[in-house]
């Protein structure tokens, strides 16, 4: 399977499309009102009954198209940035957006600033992605090696996490913690079109800032010098993978809440599939992300799920017993 | 037209120490260059420095007469290919992958592999002895089987020239002696190599010339049998020589005089 894969990528990339439109159909059937397939897809073109039409393309569909934008995201990253630290535990979190992006969206809550307008949360928590963001643009730019990159986003992540443990101390009411805690723990019930509208742009920059890194992630695969050797150039690789990583993990955490996992997981369900090379695993995680994710989704709500479960929850709780599955069949390779 | 690579007056500095004054030297196409010193002499600053991995303080190096600071990067990579000492392998990559990337400085971002990208990829592996080990994982392979990928790797670049850093370390006899042999095929199909080498008998044995240096300077270059006289080796790394001859040609082994 491995080598069939290997030889011909597009095929499972063509597979993994057909997943995502067969799940988008699928999501969209399941919520407090189930819906039939046939409706749906009528529903889809505008061509059902009223109900239906405002359901599936009014509530249903904008959360899908961020829960597949935000998995494609993480995925994505997570990817690039394995590629780029050469290392398989590398989480799009590790440089430290994610935790900012918490920081941000903790400090609207506290502040009771949702009350004024639901983008307020999604708004601070972007001012978080993208305060990170810049303090780690400053450090990549000066040339720092991948080490100090990844030592910048321990400090930056133990920091704002210091700051949500602040905040969530001087939480004025119960009700407000809970809101925190829940924030943190990830969902996408009730996204919107505006949601969509807020972090599509940056989410797409990002991927428009990382297109074309794979091969020099291929090159990476021998150390920086053999790399530069084949004349790519390193500190502009890590420039634009630490930049669009920030970009649209900051973005997707903004929308969803910190949902971790997806980053770290997928690449490895891809390298199961096709193997190791870096640039063939960035397409096929973006995908499987977008699976993985709208998966998830579908898992948190009725009458599949308990409509209070969150999706940082279901997500880790699937993907992690198949991590270690993967982590044990592919041992030997990893040595 | 002034063919060869030339290196002229190449200096270089790092974190304060100067490590390389006016070293100077050219490697003309189908020789085989070595470049010798002790440890910490600058012999490996002075390959990463012609390769622009490392900064000069000044140089003037050039490719058959165009100066190689104004050469893209992805020219100077087709131009000047590299074998890095002791490189590391990241991901579990099969050996024709692996080999496959040398060809990096040759495709679009977007591009996959030609067929003149796989005829040189298969040559490279044929010339190494690695073809056999084409689906292998390069995670897997013993230390003689992994230098010698990692040089079909550089060779599938495709470069004129080739620039080895110690490309015999760590390996046992039977593998430094196929690794010499490959550089010399190399050169023998017009290949211009400079390499790191330590060993004084394949240095006296397989390069056409030797460059010397000693204290960041060049002390001596030319033919073998004149840059490795007892004077020199003395000077360069406070050893004495014993030399004899058989059938196959001449051999050195080194014995210490003294402290430094």
Redesign the interface.
Known sequence: MIRYL?KRPWSLNAALVLVILLMVIAASMVGEVSLAPGRVVRAFFGGADDAANIIVRELRLPRILIGLLAGAALGYSGAALQGLL?NPLADPGVIGVSATASLGAVIAIYLGLAALTPLAVPLSAMSGALAATLILMMLAARDASVLSLILAGIGISSLATAGIALVMNFAPTPMTLQDMILWMLGSLENRTVTDLMLAGPFILLGWAVM??V??GL??????E??A??????IGRLRLRIVLGTALSVGATVSVCGAVGFVGLVVPHFVRALI????RKLMLPSALMGAILMTLADMLTRPPIGHGQLRLGVVMAIIGAPVFLYIIYKTRE??? | MNAGLHVKNLSVTLGGNSILRNVSFDVKPGEVVGLIGANGAGKSTAL?AV???AEPDFAEIAVNGTPVAGM???????T???V?QG????????VE??VG??R??H?L??QDMRAQDSAAIEHAMRATDCWRLRDR?A??LSGGERALV?LA?TMA?GAPYMLADEPTASLDPYHQLQVMDIMRAEAARGIGVLLVIHDLSHALRYCDRLVLIHDGKVLASGAPDDVLTDENLETAFHVAVSRWQDGTGQFLAPHRTGGR
């Open positions: 290997q050469r297109v074309g794979g091969q291929n090159a990476l695969s021998l150390g010098d053999a530069r050797s084949l004349g790519v150039d193997g190791y090379e870096p390779s990893m040595r | 990463r390769l622009g991995l893209s990067p992805r020219v100077r990579a087709k000047l290919s590299y890095p490189a590391p392998v990241h991901w579990p990559l099969t992958r692996l990337l040398g990096i400085p495709l971002p977007w994982l995670t897997t990692l790797r670049v």
